[in-house]
């Protein structure tokens, strides 16, 4: 059975510090590019952060950039999402997406809320 496990959101204060990871199960994590969206509800999903499925590439939503980090490790199936300095417009539902394999297999998380508030 196919699985993303998001965990790690909740609350944080505007600057401080939160990781964001996603276990993945079912499937060759090393085979599949991996994201993080970030959606509020009545507006569309939006990419924040994709990172091949090597690990050598990644890609950055500009409002984001310098401050989040992808990385994966796929020995362990797990994806992270390093987010330094966030910002109360960072507060939304983060969702985990694989996206590849053999057949261009696409596949979500359930999605965990973020709150940046002081």
């Known amino acids: 059975q196919v699985q993303l496990v998001e965990s790690g959101g909740g609350l944080v204060q505007p600057g401080g510090s939160l990781r964001l990871s996603c276990v993945a199960s079912g499937f060759t994590l090393s085979w599949y590019a991996m994201s993080w969206y970030r959606q509020t509800p009545g507006k569309q999903r939006e990419l924040v952060a994709r990172?091949?499925?090597?690990?050598?590439?990644?890609n950055y939503a500009e409002s984001v950039k310098g401050r989040f980090t992808i990385s994966r490790d796929n020995a362990k199936n797990t994806v992270f999402l390093q987010m330094n300095s966030p910002k109360p417009e960072d507060t939304d539902v983060y969702y985990c997406n694989a996206l590849g394999g053999v057949s261009g297999s696409e596949y979500w998380g359930q999605g965990t809320q973020v709150t940046v508030s002081s």
């Open positions: 990172i091949s499925s090597g690990g050598g590439t990644t």
